[in-house]
Antibody
Framework: QVQLVESGGGVVQPGRSLRLSCAASGIIFSRYGMHWVRQAPGKGLERVAGISDDGSNKYYADSVKGRFAISRDNSKNTLYLQVNSLRTEDTAVYYC???????????????WGQGTLVTVSS | EIVLTQSPGTLSLSPGERATLSCRASQSVTSSYLAWYQQKPGQAPRLLIYGASNRATGIPDRFSGSGSGTDFTLTIRRLEPEDFAVYYCQQYGNSATFGPGTKVDIK
């Protein structure tokens, strides 16, 4: 059974940084592309970053390019999102999601964690 | 960037009725890389359909997807009480973008 567990969210002031983590189990983590998808309160879904199975390919939405950095440690079955220079509009639940099948480099998200809330407020 | 439009914004139906949700893309979706997700309040999204018409594992056959190019449809044959939720379409062939969602609520 696939399990993705996010952590690292919280309340942070504008301009500050956080590192979000996603611990994966129940999958051969090193074979799956991974994504971060966020949802602002009462709003829709936005894929903000993605990374290929081996970490060689990365994707960022324009809204976060230059401020967010996605990475992974396949030896620890863990995905990360470093979020810098936070803005109030970055307030959202951040979901970790995996691709549906091995070595998929598209944005299809087959399995999802329960999310971690990031609130940016002074 | 491919922009997705979903209609209607809200669909009010009774259990047992048929639901038809539309997703339209601003340009053709590569290889029918179109997915549908269901999200209930306080929960993460769940993948229902991928490749426009393939049901994900464990998804009941009352859910079906169709379409190609720029026009796609999610049909729920007979609504069950647990189907009242928000539904998002996503194209994943060119980066990945989501539609704004359709809320299916109880009439």
């Amino acid at each position: 059974q696939v399990q993705l567990v996010e952590s690292g969210g919280g309340v942070v002031q504008p301009g500050r940084s956080l590192r979000l983590s996603c611990a994966a189990s129940g999958i051969i983590f090193s074979r799956y592309g991974m994504h971060w998808v966020r949802q602002a309160p009462g709003k829709g879904l936005e894929r903000v970053a993605g990374i290929s199975d081996d970490g060689s390919n990365k994707y960022y939405a324009d809204s976060v390019k230059g401020r967010f950095a996605i990475s992974r440690d396949n030896s620890k079955n863990t995905l990360y999102l470093q979020v810098n220079s936070l803005r109030t509009e970055d307030t959202a639940v951040y979901y970790c999601a995996s691709s549906l099948y091995y070595y998929d480099r598209s944005g299809l998200s087959g399995y999802w964690g329960q999310g971690t809330l990031v609130t940016v407020s002074s | 960037e491919i922009v997705l439009t979903q209609s209607p914004g809200t669909l009010s139906l009774s259990p047992g009725e048929r639901a038809t949700l539309s997703c339209r893309a601003s340009q053709s979706v590569t290889s029918s890389y179109l997915a549908w997700y269901q999200q209930k309040p306080g929960q993460a999204p769940r993948l229902l359909i991928y490749g426009a018409s393939n049901r994900a594992t464990g998804i009941p056959d009352r859910f079906s997807g169709s379409g190609s190019g720029t026009d796609f449809t999610l049909t729920i044959r007979r609504l069950e009480p647990e189907d009242f939720a928000v539904y998002y379409c996503q194209q994943y062939g060119n980066s990945a973008t989501f539609g704004p969602g359709t809320k299916v609520d109880i009439k």
